[in-house]
């Protein structure tokens, strides 16, 4: 296993979870009385393990048709758009 990969893409992946929808929702959930924290743990873990399962099969399939370079590009342009609207519906 490469290491670096494997921090870099741990460091990414947790810091761009922290204060998002998912967390949030999760936060909602256990906040429940009625809630088991066991299973609000393990469903919100497994539903991320399965979109990641997701990710990781679609950028490795994509890279057999589009070059990486054109994938990151796109990529940060949809970040961008997301920052803008994001801005723009806050005002």
């Given at each position: ?47 991320l ?43």
């Amino acid at each position: 296993m490469d290491l670096k990969a494997f921090l870099l893409v741990f460091g990414t992946v947790f810091l761009a979870e922290l204060g998002d929808k998912t967390q949030l929702a999760t936060i909602l959930f256990a906040s429940k009385p009625s809630s088991s924290l066991v299973s609000v743990f393990l469903a919100a873990a497994l539903a991320l393990v399965a979109s990641t399962a997701v990710a990781v099969a679609l950028g490795a399939t994509l890279t057999q048709y589009v070059d990486t370079r054109s994938l990151s590009i796109v990529a940060g342009l949809g970040f961008v758009a997301i920052g803008v609207w994001t801005i723009w519906s806050a005002a």
